[in-house]
């Protein structure tokens, strides 16, 4: 079995502007080439309005793109919502869901990302499926329960799920991480990442999932992060902006 790449995910949110969208995918295709012996995998999630565009530039390199979300529908009366098929038709290899800016601002349910993940699998879409605690909550230590609970609505989604789930993600990213410049102790990360890893196997369906951290990730602690055995990747938000940031972080 071939070993698993590392995945660098970019995480604009809505930050870069067409334009830059496009400049910075024309430079991820060399950065690919640069790493291409390597086994890095590097994602761009441009905004909407970008995926056409970015997909296009990326088409003939390893470069893949995600959306940073998608409908929990097929198709039908929904005013400004775009579909997991819409998505796929850009090209688009990947789809964030869950991410806590929009569970916590748009109250975005785990029923309702676990719904955006099977539409995402069930058009071809690798769901990106962000999970993580709150502050208090980890303050509490309900931090493995919280993730239990965002979970689990995902297990059971995508074990009736028509597509491969093989390629699934799986971020855990602290709320209290996100944009802070706080990264959790590495202790405590490799219990968490020890703990998930555990969990999907012995859960079965998403034992190959592909496990992120993400939160305040920068080319000063990607290096520790990536040393962690179980961590296969990093969800970069505030540092993957930047195309010279997110190269320091993709060769350190
Ligand atoms: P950050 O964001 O790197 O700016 O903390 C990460 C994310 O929200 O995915």
């Known amino acids: 079995m071939s070993e698993k790449p590392e995945l660098f995910v970019a995480n604009w949110k809505m930050n870069q502007r067409h334009e830059h969208a496009v400049s910075f995918a024309e430079r991820a295709c060399a950065l690919a080439e640069e790493v291409a012996t390597d086994n890095k995998q590097l994602i761009l999630c441009p905004s909407f309005p970008s995926l056409f565009d970015v997909t296009t530039i990326t088409s ?14 097929e198709s ?24 806590s800016e929009r569970r916590q601002g748009l109250d975005e349910s785990s029923e309702v990302v676990a719904r955006k993940a099977a539409c995402a699998v069930e058009n071809m879409l690798a769901p990106i499926v962000c999970i993580g605690e709150t502050l208090p909550e980890q303050k509490e230590g309900h931090t493995f329960a919280i993730l239990e609970k965002q979970l689990n609505p995902v297990l059971t989604q995508l074990a009736q799920c028509k597509g491969d789930i093989n390629d699934t993600v799986i971020a855990y990213e602290p709320v209290w991480s996100i944009g802070t410049g706080i990264v959790p102790e590495k202790k405590i990360l490799k219990s968490i990442f020890d703990w998930l890893h555990d969990y999907l196997q ?28 179980t961590v296969d990747g990093l969800l970069i938000g505030g540092a993957s902006v930047d195309f010279q940031s997110f190269r320091k972080i993709v060769l350190s």
Do not use: F, R, W
């Not at 039908?76 to 038709?89: E, F, L, N, P, R």
């Open 60 to 73: 003939e390199s390893t470069v893949a793109v995600a959306a940073q979300d998608c409908s929990e529908y």
């Open 76 to 99: 039908g009366a929904y005013t400004g919502q775009v579909s997991a098929a819409m998505i796929a038709d850009t090209g688009c290899s990947y789809c964030i869901v869950g991410h």
């Open 202 to 229: 012995t859960a079965g369906q998403l034992a190959e999932a592909s496990l992120l951290y993400g939160g305040s990730v920068d080319e000063k602690n990607a290096p520790g992060l990536m040393g962690l055995d």
